[in-house]
């Protein structure tokens, strides 16, 4: 007994340590949005300030560039009549036009040095308020990941119940989290990052576009940039779809599948056939939540794993229960052999258990892989 408490303690250690690493990095990205704002509103309040400087420079010129007219004239009329005037007379009227024509000068040069600074603080404000925007969607992503931590987590652990199982298992969660880590990083790295970076080119290429080529060549490049943040939406859709599906609490747990199912088809250029019997209804949200990540990990496997050319989901809702199949024609494998090995059957076998169901899987070398759950339905959480 003491040596499964001792189990149960390090299981949870590792656990509220993932926790802890994940709240300190919100914090982090917190400070980082809060210090970009707050250089924000510092640099939009010298911005102002030096547009005030501006409006006096200018206000300043107009009258400078009055006199220094004032003063020519003068001088002309001083030239023309040169010997009505004194020595002194003249020399005093020769330094006033030149003394306003310096200060004119100097003048305009503060206005452009101002102009400049102004133009600069702008380009820097644009660049916090990225990185303010940036910060915020991280902070989303890391309140996913916090709830994920501390609710499912917690539930799976509570759930197990032998201490090899719980330290077998609490590895696989940290290297399963750790590879869905690299993955998420590398996709979005390699998708939306880089046609947002390729769309940020394009549009700072346009203006010379425009000048060099012409407005059709740069109407292309707008063009070919439109297609490219269409992509990148595309991928960030797919993305956020990987990890909780929005329409999932708007639309109930069939419509979800069906788009889900229709995603995956189109992305990784397989026949995804999904065949439902029944009645659609709403069940709780937990339950819709736990059955579609259910459904999701045997697609998932069936994706990654069997090689599958056509996969097939059933999915029959009667009175009482929920029956799925999963159903590939993929490579399958050997069950013995891979015996409790598959975090993503142990997990799954972990939710139906919970929730009072059964799960089957029949795969053979060569013969595809059928994945049965049957689950009591649920209609609310409580």
């Known amino acids: ?14 656990i509220d340590e993932m926790i802890s690493v994940v709240t300190n990095s919100k914090q982090e990205v917190f400070e980082i949005g809060e210090e970009s704002r707050k250089q924000q509103d510092t640099l939009n309040k010298e911005v102002k300030e030096i547009k005030r400087e501006v409006e006096n420079i200018i206000s300043e010129s ?5 006199r220094l007219k004032a003063s020519r004239v003068r001088l002309s009329e001083v030239s023309k009549n040169f010997e009505q005037y004194s020595e002194e007379e003249v020399r005093q009227v020769y330094n006033n036009t030149h003394e306003l024509q310096t200060q004119l000068v100097v003048q305009r040069q503060k206005e452009v040095a101002l102009i400049k600074r102004r133009d600069d603080l702008e380009q820097r404000i644009k660049t916090l308020a990225n990185s303010v ?18 609710e499912d987590f917690k539930e799976v652990n509570d759930a197990l119940e032998s201490a ?47 000048k060099q080529r012409g407005m059709d060549e740069a109407l292309k490049e707008i063009k070919e940039m439109k297609e490219m943040a269409r992509s990148a939406l595309y991928e960030v859709r797919r993305i956020i779809y990987d990890l909780r599906p929005m329409a999932l609490d708007d639309l109930g747990l069939v419509p979800t599948l069906r788009r889900y199912l ?11 056939i999904f065949e439902f019997k029944g009645k659609e209804m709403r069940y709780g949200h937990k339950f819709e939540a736990a059955v579609f990540r ?52 142990i997990g799954m076998r972990e939710r139906i258990e919970m929730l009072d169901g059964n ?15 049957s689950l009591p339905n649920v209609y609310d959480d409580q």
């Open 359 to 373: 799960l089957k899987v029949e795969s053979e070398l060569g013969q595809g892989t059928k994945v049965k759950i």
């Open 1 to 14: 007994m003491s040596v499964v408490k001792d189990h149960e303690k390090a299981l949870d250690s590792v």
């Open 62 to 66: 107009d009258e400078l560039e009055r």
């Open 262 to 272: 229709s995603t995956i088809e189109e992305y990784h250029e397989l026949k995804i």
């Open 164 to 210: 090899k199982q719980k330290h077998e298992f609490g590895l696989k969660i940290i290297e399963a989290q750790e590879e869905e880590r690299r993955n998420l990083s590398r996709e979005i790295h390699d998708g939306p990052a880089q046609m947002l970076a390729n769309v940020l080119i394009r549009s700072d290429i346009i203006d010379k576009t425009i």
């Open 294 to 345: 259910m459904v999701q990990e045997a697609v998932q496997n069936a994706v990654k794993h069997a090689q599958a050319k056509i996969i097939r989901v059933q999915f029959e809702a009667t009175d009482h229960r929920l029956n799925i199949r999963v159903i590939d024609d993929g490579i399958g494998f050997d069950q013995e052999a891979n015996k409790n090995q598959s975090f993503g059957l």
């Open 133 to 150: 925007q940036r910060a915020e969607k991280l902070m989303s992503k890391i309140n996913v990941i916090l709830t994920y931590l501390q």
